[in-house]
């Protein structure tokens, strides 16, 4: 079974709509992080979570809002989609004592994406 | 302002060449650096890191330099394989906290 699960793998929806992407993971890392992905930008941060009372914004997140429901679920919504957040959107995890000692390996974790188009 | 820059969209490899693919970065805080490989309709997969103690990282036919004074990494791929084709993501860390990542670099290894 998948570490990292995302669901839905692809959604279609319309202009206004309410959107939820849904995260689940098994790796019990206690740091998740929500991407997007657009040809020709790379990932870019929309939020981040460190743990369950934890939550920070990313480079990118107007327009979207997130819910860490428990230390394995990081929910991420967008109010009112507009077309412009067509894209990839990836789910990650990280192991929160990477980091303290340079020697340390620092690696993240990716759901296999959720194709969003907003029509 | 883009933290992380590959400035190569596309590379072509002969089966058995070595690939290198480039990555430079500005923020002089980043201490961990990553590159990712990713297929088409999967997430990306980590492929090797190297911290900012090191100049050099080794794992089989995966090699990352670091040039810190250039702010560049580059990764070798010895000897290129055709299932190596894939995008290569090149990401950047301090503390481990925030990942800011590269736009990819397609490698396409030819039979």
């Known amino acids: 079974d998948a570490d990292v699960t995302q669901t839905p793998r692809n959604r279609i929806t319309k202009t206004g709509k309410r959107i939820m992407l849904e995260c689940s993971q098994t790796?019990?890392?206690?740091?998740m992080y929500w991407y997007r992905q657009d040809p020709g930008l790379g990932l870019r941060l929309i939020y981040y979570?460190?743990?369950?009372?934890?939550?920070n914004k990313g480079e990118i997140s107007d327009g979207y809002s997130v819910s860490r429901q428990a230390q394995a679920k990081f929910s991420l919504s967008l109010e009112s989609a507009i077309p412009n957040q067509t894209a990839l959107y990836f789910c990650a995890t990280s192991d929160p004592d990477a980091g303290r000692d340079r020697t340390q390996k620092v690696t993240q974790y990716f759901g296999p994406g959720t194709r969003l188009t907003v029509l | 302002d883009q933290q992380v820059k590959q400035n190569s969209p596309s590379l072509s490899v002969q089966e058995g060449r070595i690939s290198i693919l480039n990555c430079d970065y500005t923020n002089s805080m980043f201490d961990y650096f990553l590159w990712y490989k990713k297929y088409p309709a999967e997430g990306p997969t980590f492929l090797i890191s190297?911290?900012?103690?090191?100049d050099k990282n080794e794992d089989g036919r995966f090699t990352v330099f670091l040039n810190k004074s250039a702010k560049h990494l580059s990764l070798h791929i010895v000897p290129s394989q055709p299932g190596d084709s894939a995008v290569y993501f090149c990401a950047a860390s301090a503390f481990g906290n925030q990942f800011y990542f590269g736009t990819g670099t397609s490698l396409t290894v030819i039979p």
């Open positions: 190297i911290s900012s103690i090191k």
């Open positions: 790796k019990g890392h206690d740091r």
């Open positions: 979570s460190f743990d369950v009372k934890d939550i």
